[in-house]
């Protein structure tokens, strides 16, 4: 089992920075990305980053969704199974619940990953 815990959530003004955390505890051997995902009130989740390392923690790809791209990093430890996203020049819509979750690979090929949600943070950027 895995457990996922969000951190550095908060309220900032537009233009403003925030850096979030996840951290992955438990059985982690196995697990080949994270994402940040975010829910704003009456909207669907929508994924806003991605670290994939496909079990190699030296290297991996990133990928981010076109309303954040250029604004916001995502990075992960070296030593620990963490995550950060860094948020620069925040926008009022960028207001929402932001969750974690962790990929952990199937037992066969052909099964989807099994998938670890963290129990999301709050970020408020007040125009």
């Known amino acids: 089992q895995v457990q996922v815990v969000e951190s550095g959530g908060g309220l900032v003004q537009t233009g403003g920075s925030l850096k979030l955390s996840c951290t992955a505890s438990g059985h982690t051997d196995d697990l080949f990305a994270m994402h940040w995902f975010r829910q704003a009130p009456g909207k669907e989740r929508e994924k806003v980053a991605t670290?994939?390392?496909?079990?190699?923690?030296?290297?991996?790809?990133?990928h981010y969704a076109d309303s954040v791209k250029g604004r916001f990093t995502i990075t992960r430890d070296n030593a620990k199974t963490t995550v950060h996203l860094k948020m620069n020049s925040l926008k009022p819509e960028d207001t929402a619940v932001y969750y974690c979750r962790a990929d952990e690979f199937p037992p066969n090929v052909e099964s989807p990953p099994y998938t670890f949600w963290g129990q999301g943070i709050q970020v408020t950027v007040s125009s």
């Open positions: 670290i994939n390392w496909s079990g190699d923690w030296s290297g991996g790809w990133t």
